[in-house]
C-alpha cells in the first residue's frame, strides 16, 4: 500500500467574506514520491493551497498533515513555514549579488565542508547548471535563476518540495528540460513534489495525479490521463485540452443526439474520414501546429476543430467526410 505523506482536511481559507476568494473545504491525501500538479486559471486558488500546505498562512478551518502530524500555521510559530518542506517562489528569493555556487551552499551545515562542496556540486550537474557556479545571480536569465531556486530547495535533502509556477519565467526549450529535470530528480531522490501551474501541459507532462481547481474548489482529482479523458466538467475540458463546447441545438445540426445541455469532445476525437455516419463539412481554415495541422470545419452554420496529422490533405474550402467519434454530455 502506497504511503501517504500528506493529508488536506476541509481546508478553508476566505480572504473577503461578500465574494468568494481563496479555497474552499479542500480534501485530499498525497502519497509520497508523487508529483502533483494543481492546474486552474488565474484566481483559482492554486497558490492559496500551496501556501496553506506549506504553513504560510492562518487557514479559517481544516487541516494539513504531515506524516500524520499537523502542520503549524505562522501565528504558531515564530518561523513561518515547515523544516521538511522547501517552497519555491515566483520571486525565487535569492541573493543576488552572491554567486551561484554561494546561493546553493549557504542552506548547508558547515559541519562537514567537504560533503556540502560535494553535496553541491551534484545538485548543480542534476540541474545543468555546475557551467554557472561562478556567475552572479544578477548575470543569470530568469530561468537560469529558476534552476538555481530549485537546486538551493532540494540540496537540503527536502521530503516535500512546493513549486509555485515553476515555468513562468522559462522559455519553451528550456520549459521541456526544466520539467524532465524535475521528473527525473523526483524519481532518483524519492522527493514528493507538489505544483501549481495554470499551464495544464505541465501537469500531462509531469504529474502522477493532477488536481483541478476551480473558484477555491477542488473539482476533479486523479492520474492525468483519466481526468483528460473523463472530465467531470466543461471547464477540466476547456482547460486540459481546448474541447469543442456546443449546445444541444448545434450539436443535432452534426447529426449528435443531445440529451445534455452542452456536448463536449476534444478536436482528436473527430475521425477525418468516410463512412455510414460521417457528415459532409466545409474546411473553413488550416492553422499549422509543427507535426499537425488543426482544420475549422462548418457543417450547416456550426463551427468545430478537428486535428489533421496528414499535413497538407485538406485544405482551405475543400470538402471533408468526418465523424466526431466520440463526444462527452454535461
Known sequence: MDEIIISVRQLTKQYQTEQASGIRNITFDIKRGDIIAVIGESGSGKSTLLKSIFGLLKVDEGEVLLNGK?????HEQLIPGHKEMEIVTQDFSLNIYAKVYDNIASVLSNTDVKGK???TVRMMEHLHIDHLRNKKITELSGGEQQRVAIAR???TDTSVLLLDEPFSQVDALLKNQLRADIKRIAAETGVTVIIVSHD??????LADELILMKDGMLIQKGRPEH?????EHIYTA???GNAVVLKPEDAIKLGLQAKQQSVVFYPEWVELKGGWNSKRYE???VYYKGFYEELLLERNGVIIRA?????????????VQANIGRFLEF
Do not use: M, S, T, W
Not at 70 to 74: A, N
Open 227 to 231: 481526468v483528460y479523458n473523463h472530465p
Open 283 to 285: 474546411v473553413k481554415d
Open 200 to 205: 495544464p501541459a505541465d501537469g500531462l507532462f
Open 117 to 119: 562542496q560535494e553535496k
Open 238 to 240: 476547456q482547460l486540459l
Open 70 to 74: 499537523r502542520v503549524l500555521g505562522p
Open 307 to 319: 486535428i489533421q496529422l496528414n499535413r497538407g490533405e485538406h485544405k482551405k474550402n475543400d470538402h
Open 153 to 155: 530547495a532540494l540540496v
